[in-house]
């Protein structure tokens, strides 16, 4: 059977290759040929006519394969902002590029200070894809580490739908006439009272729309969505919070940045080992790859051997002799003298 499919495989490269160097068949007479589709974008027309002229910048024609390398050096994202308005972005790296070879031949990158924050920005940006490296080529875990760490996390994993009610504050300062200028007082107050009225019977989804100060989620009953337990975005409190409830329970009011948050439980999915080992998998990746990096960086750490040197806040400067203020033991020149001159203007 190996055979059999190797000889299809060599059939089949034949076909391809013949179909891409055969001379196109004649037309037929009196049918008009179909037209092809035009290629568009930089990728699609360097692709087919790499040396098509696709603009011209002072004279010099560019070609369509030396503007696609122009977006190599960045990500799928950064290109289509970029495209969004190419001729400019190829206009100014031509230019760039141009200017820099100028200054090359003015042997401008040899001087001071330029030469040092070349070397500055070189090395940074080595240092930063070394940092990179770390944080993502980490050793991936066994299937036993996988094991052993859903088993020492029990509900990390788990699916939970959860429904909130926010209560925001503004920081001191915040004028009156603003759209929210609640205290922090104000807020708890507020917080407290939403409480006592879940706590009596009232319907967590009509106080959310009646008090949530989220207008996206009130609008909604308070609806957050589902969330998976490890994910990074639930803060520490908050996932500790629901950690103890019950599907249709609520929690305690929750301080967070600038707010609080009365968080209900809708319901919650329980993982199984098989469901989530690609979940776990990803997540102690991630901890290995941070776990790395951090001891990468506390190598670094300084330990300042002489607080003196540190010292930029109280430092002072050598004593040097005003020219319109003269030192102390300078005598003042006699009263005939004429004053001496002021700092020249700038």
Avoid at 183 to 199: F, G, H, I, S
Avoid at 216 to 232: H, I, R
Avoid at 288 to 308: H, P, R, T, W
Wanted: proline share 10%; no cysteine; aromatic share 6%.
């Amino acid at each position: 059977m190996t055979r059999s499919f190797l000889l299809f495989a060599l059939l089949n490269a034949a076909a391809v290759s013949w179909a891409q160097t055969a001379p196109p068949a004649p037309p037929t007479p009196g049918v008009a040929a179909t037209p092809q589709p035009k290629a568009r974008g930089p990728e699609a027309v360097a692709a087919l006519d790499p040396n098509r002229v696709v603009a011209t910048i002072d004279g010099k024609q560019i070609t369509a394969q030396q503007a696609a390398d122009m977006l190599k050096p960045y990500t799928p994202e950064q290109r289509k902002q970029l495209e969004a308005d190419l001729p400019k972005f190829v206009q100014q790296t031509y230019m760039r590029g141009q200017l820099a070879e100028a200054a090359k031949k003015l042997n401008l990158d040899q001087q001071s200070p330029l030469r040092e924050q070349i070397e500055i920005a070189h090395d940074t940006m080595l240092a930063q894809a070394y940092l990179a490296h770390l944080s993502q080529n980490g050793a991936a875990p066994s299937t036993a580490e996988v094991d052993s760490y859903f088993n020492a996390h029990p509900g990390d994993f788990d699916t939970v739908h959860l429904s909130g009610i926010f209560v925001q504050f503004s920081p001191p300062g915040t004028p009156a006439g603003a759209a929210n200028s609640r205290t922090e007082a104000q807020a708890r107050e507020k917080v407290d009272d939403l409480e006592k009225k879940l706590k009596a019977g009232t319907d967590f989804a009509a106080l959310a729309r009646t008090d949530s100060d989220n207008q996206s989620s009130a609008a909604k009953g308070g609806d957050l969505g589902p969330f998976t337990m490890d994910n990074a975005n639930i803060p520490a409190n908050i996932k500790s919070a629901i950690v103890k409830l019950e599907p249709g329970q609520f929690s305690d009011p929750i301080q967070i940045p600038n707010g609080f948050l009365i968080v209900k439980l809708t319901s919650r999915n329980k993982a199984t080992l098989e469901q989530s080992r690609a979940e776990v998998t990803k997540h102690m990746q991630q901890e290995k790859n941070q776990a790395a990096l951090k001891q990468e960086i506390d190598k670094y750490k300084i330990q300042v051997q002489d607080s003196d040197f540190f010292d930029t806040a109280n430092a002072s400067g050598p004593k040097i002799p005003s020219l319109q203020r003269p030192a102390p033991s300078v005598s003042a020149p006699p009263a005939s003298t004429p004053p001496p001159p002021g700092r020249p203007k700038s």
